[in-house]
């Protein structure tokens, strides 16, 4: 059954420690659907489905465990000590995630939102209405890492491998800057939810 509601779908995107999570967070609070990739990747590598039958056509049936879902770790290993690997991977999998994603917008109706970290950089963003990515300066956000336990030597290795930004800004129909508070967060979202017909406080 088709939704009653038009879709509007919604990229929203950032780096380690900008705030990306809590504006998803937010904006579920104020209406609209938000779907994690992470999420779609960890069921599409469950047993039967495409992307673990994806895995074992690239690598072999060794890289999934007895159920037939994916060895996630296992695959880890092969994929981020060899970069022509993990290039064969994503090209297999991205697309795969946009079809599971576009069902879902389809069926849901309403603001559905995909929070994905590397968005722009998998060539994601024609799929969405609207693009939004969540920045903040790079010292605050080696300070958030490190304030959730990460080392800083791992939290400035993780952004400088994340790169300069430069493409999501580029890409985005709109930056959050979120260098401030929660509570200033909060308000930038208020004017976003209001923008796309959302409710403007949480609950």
Do not use: W
């Amino acid at each position: 059954m088709s939704p009653e509601r038009p879709t509007l779908r919604v990229g929203l995107t950032g780096g380690l420690a900008g705030g990306k999570s809590t504006v998803a967070r937010l904006l579920s609070e104020r209406g609209a659907t938000v779907v994690d990739a992470d999420r779609l990747v960890a069921e599409l590598y469950e047993p039967g489905e495409p992307g673990a039958q994806a895995v074992a056509e690239l690598f072999g049936d060794r890289l999934l465990d007895e159920r037939g879902a994916v060895d996630r770790p296992a695959l880890a290993q092969v994929v981020f000590s060899d970069p022509e690997a993990r290039r064969r991977l994503e090209a297999a999998i991205h697309p795969l995630v946009r079809q599971r994603f576009a069902a879902l917008a389809r069926e849901t109706g309403g603001i559905v939102v995909l929070e994905a970290t590397l968005l722009v950089e998998a060539g994601y963003s024609p799929d969405f209405d609207l693009v939004v990515s969540v920045e903040a300066d790079e010292e605050v956000r080696v300070r958030r890492a490190i304030g959730r336990g990460m080392d800083e030597a791992a939290a400035r290795a993780r952004l400088a491998a994340q790169g300069s930004g430069d493409a999501r800004r580029a890409a985005a129909d709109r930056i959050i800057e979120n260098d401030g508070d929660l509570a200033d967060l909060e308000r930038s979202v208020d004017e976003l939810a209001r923008e796309l017909g959302l409710g403007a406080c949480g609950g």
